[in-house]
């Protein structure tokens, strides 16, 4: 499967953050609302603009850095 079929690339308009950030599309059905690949369009756009994606290995090494408590539910 491709990512295409599940992600898309948001138009570069926002002046904050980092540059890859993902298109997260509107929704009025919770089904949708709870799949996964919507769900993680908000970690991912927001990761710290200081967020290396030149190679999987500085990827890897700055996000283990970043604090994704606000993300996770406990109940």
């Not at 499967?1 to 953050?17: I, Y």
């Not at 690949?37 to 090494?61: A, G, H, M, Q, Y």
């Amino acid at each position: 499967m491709k990512s295409e079929n599940f992600f898309e690339w948001a138009p570069h308009l926002s002046t904050r953050g980092h540059k890859y950030k993902l298109y997260k599309k509107s929704s009025s059905a919770s089904v949708r609302h709870y799949f996964f690949t919507e769900r993680i369009v908000n970690v991912w756009n927001s990761l710290p603009d200081e967020t290396d994606f030149s190679t999987v290995k500085c990827f890897t090494r700055t996000i283990k850095r970043v604090s994704f408590n606000d993300f996770v539910s406990y109940s």
